[in-house]
C-alpha cells in the first residue's frame, strides 16, 4: 500500500523534480524491472557506466525508479547506484578529452606551423621589396643625374648653337665687307688707271708742246 501512494506521489510530481543522474557500477550488469522487486518482470539488462536518469527512490524497497537513456522507464536496486560516474566511464571521459585536447593542440600547431611559415614568407617578401626599393632608388638617382646632364649638355649645345649663330654673323658681316672692300678697291683702281691714263694723254699733249717751244726758241738764236 505504501509503495503504491509512493508510485503515485511520483506520477502527480513533475519529471524535473527528480531530474537526477545515476550510473551503474563498474562490477556487472544489473536487471531493470517493471517494478520495485525481484517478483516484477525484467524488462533489460544494464551494462556498467550506463547513465540513467533517477525519476523515484524507494528506500523501504531499496530499488530506484530509472529512465534510460532510450526512454525506457524500469526499477533497479539503489545499491548498484553511484552518484558519479564510474572509473571506466571517467577514464573514457577523460580519454576523450584527451584526445580531444591533444588534437586541438595538433590543429594549434600546425596553424603555428603555418603562421611561422606566412610570417617567415611575409618578412623574406619585405626584404626582397626593400632590395627592390633600394635598386629602384638607385636607378632613379642615376636618371637624375643623367637628365642633369643631359640639361647640362643641352644647355652647352644651346651656347654653342649661340655662339655658332653669333660667328656666323661675324663672318656674313666680314663678307660683306670684304665684298664691300673689293669693290671698293676696284673702283680705286679703276680711278688710279683713269688718272694715269688722264696725266699720260696729258703729257702726251704737253711735252711735244714743251719740246715745240724750246725748239723755236733755239732756232731764233
Known amino acids: 500500500m505504501k509503495s503504491r501512494i509512493i508510485l503515485l506521489a511520483a506520477l502527480l510530481l513533475p519529471v524535473s523534480a527528480f531530474a537526477e543522474s545515476a550510473w551503474v557500477t563498474d562490477q556487472?550488469?544489473?536487471?531493470?524491472?517493471?517494478?520495485?522487486s525481484t517478483s516484477n518482470a525484467i524488462q533489460l539488462m544494464v551494462g556498467s557506466g550506463t547513465r540513467l536518469e533517477v525519476?523515484?527512490?524507494?528506500?523501504?524497497?531499496?530499488?530506484?525508479?530509472?529512465?534510460?537513456?532510450?526512454?525506457?522507464?524500469g526499477w533497479v536496486l539503489t545499491r548498484y547506484l553511484m552518484n558519479e560516474a564510474s572509473a571506466r566511464?571517467?577514464?573514457?571521459?577523460?580519454?576523450?578529452?584527451?584526445?580531444?585536447?591533444?588534437?586541438?593542440?595538433?590543429?594549434?600547431?600546425?596553424?603555428?606551423r603555418a603562421i611561422r611559415s606566412e610570417h617567415n614568407t611575409a618578412n623574406r617578401k619585405i626584404e626582397e621589396l626593400e632590395r627592390d626599393k633600394a635598386a629602384v632608388e638607385t636607378e632613379l638617382a642615376e636618371i637624375r643625374r643623367t637628365a642633369a646632364n643631359v640639361l647640362s649638355i643641352?644647355?652647352?649645345?644651346?651656347?654653342?648653337?649661340d655662339e655658332l649663330t653669333a660667328a656666323q654673323i661675324r663672318a656674313d658681316t666680314l663678307e660683306q665687307e670684304n665684298r664691300a672692300l673689293a669693290s671698293q678697291t676696284k673702283r680705286y683702281w679703276f680711278m688710279a688707271g683713269a688718272l694715269?691714263?688722264?696725266?699720260?694723254?696729258?703729257l702726251g699733249i704737253w711735252l711735244p708742246r714743251v719740246r715745240w717751244q724750246r725748239r723755236s726758241r733755239y732756232d731764233r738764236f
Open 28 to 36: 556487472f550488469e544489473i536487471t531493470l524491472r517493471s517494478g520495485p
Open 89 to 112: 566511464e571517467q577514464l573514457e571521459t577523460l580519454t576523450g578529452q584527451l584526445t580531444n585536447a591533444n588534437s586541438r593542440g595538433s590543429s594549434l600547431d600546425s596553424q603555428l
Open 55 to 73: 525519476l523515484e527512490r524507494d528506500a523501504d524497497s531499496g530499488y530506484t525508479r530509472v529512465r534510460t537513456q532510450g526512454g525506457t522507464e
Open 154 to 161: 643641352n644647355e652647352q649645345n644651346k651656347s654653342l648653337r
Open 196 to 202: 694715269v691714263l688722264l696725266v699720260g694723254i696729258l
